[in-house]
């Protein structure tokens, strides 16, 4: 790639000394080995050749490329050409380059790689059937060329300087068996579930970013810190043959040599093809360092504000400040537009808290905004978010929700990472098990937030602590109508796994990834523990303290390799709460006392796997038992390389359609897709 080469365009030395002729042999054997520097002085800048053998103390101190060439035979053409023939490899600051042919042209600086052409540095590889660089006006071009690049680690791995005193690493000529998968990061192109209805785990994962790619491109121009392509195929999957890849024209590489080194990849158009037989237009894209800049259509249902079925379109960011974005999706709302009403908002003139009723619509009833403000302030981190359902001026308030905080991580004695939280709300909503939904219409304070995770042999233990302080605004639970009062709490929660083997680890299909899932299956049963403790008081003498325990069994069968039925995960969750005194407002109040929690995932056949949670009240003694707390259902299409699915929650009536792309990082480079 040579891409930080930097040589000037004329030599104040005479041009018979831009190379010394010396061949020399190396001590391994009988082929020929050649040293090129290529010396980066701010005077003097030039090539040279010189043995292996002599004292280094002779080089330039200033930075500057060195080129190992090792082939079955080297010989010049006249003054001007060197040649390298036979297995040629070129070491050069951890990197190899290898070819059939490498020739090296004195007087016009071009270097050039033809036949079976090879690059290794870092986490970069390159092959490609010709490779010609042009030293002076930094302009080159690659034929034919794949690849497997991680795009955080570009600016690193393609500077090729060698620093005084620097030593080197070995680098293995050989390295395409590929080893060491591990599903990383991956983004979405539309939608996204929620964690808890993930089929395979990602929730802790980037959700908006793939770094490593395998790529193919007929011609690749390279100028400067910029490579272009009119065409450039990219494939997320490591394996062969590739279940997803993006076709994307108009391609342009850049490396941007600020503080940080950002990479920055656009494509003027781009298509996504789904296991060689579907093409979805995808429009424009961009990244940055692996991370997507926007994702363009949002399909949603929210039959609770926006009366069911929405269509959203995610446009650019708006760069408001160094510190500041504007992210903004406005919405088209579908079902609420063939209806020709609503049932999303109180009576006109009617109170926050009347009841909903079905009304007429006109025009501005039909569109809806989402926005976000992220920045950074005084290094506190800041995210505020508008979501607005009606611009109808008469239902404008009962139509949006607000909220905002500002975040700021700090120590404090031994106690490391805890987070300090400045919030305000406006009409957010909660839902509050068999009560339902309730709204905090307002409400703003600070707490102070610490999570943490650890492992000891087999168990593995989760916590999280927050304790607050604000003024909330929310309905009365004892009577109809609103009230506003200080409280202040502190809630805890800690999660304990014991996993128990039952299974043989010999199983020749454990710890694979499948044709269907971006993670190895591992069979196995465990026992689940979630304890949750809090304390509120509130400004009117009322106070609220709980403690729950819940404690069950966590099942997985099967290798997800089979075509059906080869994927099942069970767990259950009873659990029972502890409870004294009753909180003044509907929105926190603990109502449900006994709980069942059920979590099933099965595959069905091929990809296609349902996922239900469902949430019970248990509690005999309650007016409630029997009753529903939370069902969440979903279908989804599971695949190594991609998923897609569908989910809707049935108690909140909203739902969804995803579709992501997984990310991986492993070793050693895979044969071309």
């Not at 978010?385 to 991580?409: C, H, L, V």
Request: charged share 25%.
């Amino acid at each position: 790639m040579f891409i930080p080469i930097e040589v000037s365009s004329a030599s104040t030395r005479d041009p018979a000394n831009f190379f010394s002729k010396k061949e020399i042999f190396s001590d391994q054997g009988e082929r020929n080995q050649t040293i090129f520097q290529i010396n980066d002085a701010a005077i003097d800048k030039q090539f040279k050749t010189v043995s292996s053998l002599e004292n280094k103390k002779t080089l330039n101190e200033a930075p500057f490329l060195e080129l190992e060439i090792i082939a079955d035979s080297q010989y010049w053409e006249g003054d001007n050409l060197f040649v390298a023939e036979g297995n040629v490899k070129a070491l050069l600051e951890n990197a190899i380059l290898q070819a059939d042919k490498i020739q090296i042209n004195k007087s016009k600086k071009i270097i050039l790689a033809t036949g079976n052409v090879s690059f290794r540095k870092g986490s970069q590889y390159f092959s490609a059937n010709r490779f010609e660089y042009d030293l002076v006006n930094k302009l080159g071009t690659m034929n034919d060329v794949y690849g497997v690049i991680d795009v955080k680690l570009i600016p690193k791995d393609l500077n090729l300087y060698k620093s005084k005193g620097k030593k080197e690493n070995s680098i293995s000529a050989e390295d395409n068996q590929l080893r060491e998968i591990k599903l990383e990061d991956g983004f979405i192109i539309q939608g996204g579930f929620s964690s808890e209805m993930e089929n395979i785990e990602k929730s802790k994962l980037e959700n908006n970013s793939i770094n490593k790619w395998r790529i193919k491109a007929s011609k690749i121009l390279l100028e400067n810190d910029l490579w272009k392509a009119q065409k450039v195929s990219f494939t997320n999957d490591p394996f062969n043959p590739a279940q997803t890849k993006i076709d994307s024209y108009e391609v342009e590489v850049k490396v941007i040599k600020d503080v940080e080194k950002k990479v920055i990849i656009t494509a003027k158009k781009s298509y996504l093809i789904v296991e060689d037989k579907f093409k979805l237009p995808i429009g424009n894209r961009k990244f940055v360092s692996g991370k997507e800049k926007e994702k363009n259509w949002v399909l949603g249902f929210d039959g609770t504000n926006k009366d069911g079925l929405f269509i959203g379109r995610q446009l650019r960011p708006i760069q408001l400040s160094d510190s500041y974005k504007l992210f903004m999706q406005p919405q088209y709302l579908i079902q609420r537009s063939i209806k020709g009403e609503t049932d999303a908002y109180p009576v006109r003139g009617g109170t926050i808290l009347s009841k909903k009723v079905s009304a007429s619509t006109n025009y501005s009833d039909l569109f809806g905004l989402e926005a976000q403000l992220q920045g950074s302030i005084l290094n506190w981190d800041n995210n505020f978010e508008a979501d607005i359902s009606t611009f109808n001026n008469e239902r404008f308030a009962n139509g949006a929700r607000y909220s905002g905080d500002f975040k700021k991580k700090f120590n404090f004695a031994k106690v490391k990472d805890l987070e300090a939280v400045l919030f305000g709300l406006y009409r957010y909503q909660i839902w509050n098990g068999s009560l339902g939904s309730s709204d905090i219409y307002t409400a703003y304070g600070a707490r102070i937030d610490k999570e943490g995770k650890w492992a000891n042999k087999k168990k593995k233990f989760e916590y999280n602590v927050s304790t607050s302080f604000g003024t909330y605004q929310g309905e009365n639970l004892a009577k109809t109508g609103l009230i506003e009062l200080l409280r202040v709490g502190i809630i805890s929660e800690f999660d304990i796994k014991y996993p128990l083997n039952i299974y043989n680890n010999k199983d020749k299909n454990r710890n694979k990834i499948t044709v269907y899932s971006p993670r190895p299956i591992e069979p196995g049963f465990s026992i689940d523990t979630n304890i949750i403790s809090s304390y509120f008081n509130y400004e009117n003498g009322n106070n609220q303290s709980s403690f729950e325990i819940g404690l069950g069994p966590s099942l997985t069968i099967g290798s997800f390799t089979r075509n059906y039925l080869d994927y099942t995960k069970l767990s259950l969750m009873p659990s029972i709460t502890f409870k004294g005194g009753d909180s003044p407002f509907a929105f926190d109040n603990i109502n449900d006392l006994a709980k069942l929690k059920v979590n099933l995932s099965q595959q069905l056949i091929g990809p296609i796997v349902i996922k239900n949670i469902y949430h019970v009240n248990i509690d005999s003694d309650s007016s409630n038992y029997g009753k529903t707390i939370s069902w969440k259902s979903g279908i989804i299409l599971q695949r190594r390389s991609y998923e897609i699915g569908l989910s809707y929650d049935f108690k909140n009536q909203s739902g969804g359609f995803n579709f992501r792309l997984n990310g991986f990082n492993y070793k050693g480079n895979p044969l071309s897709f």
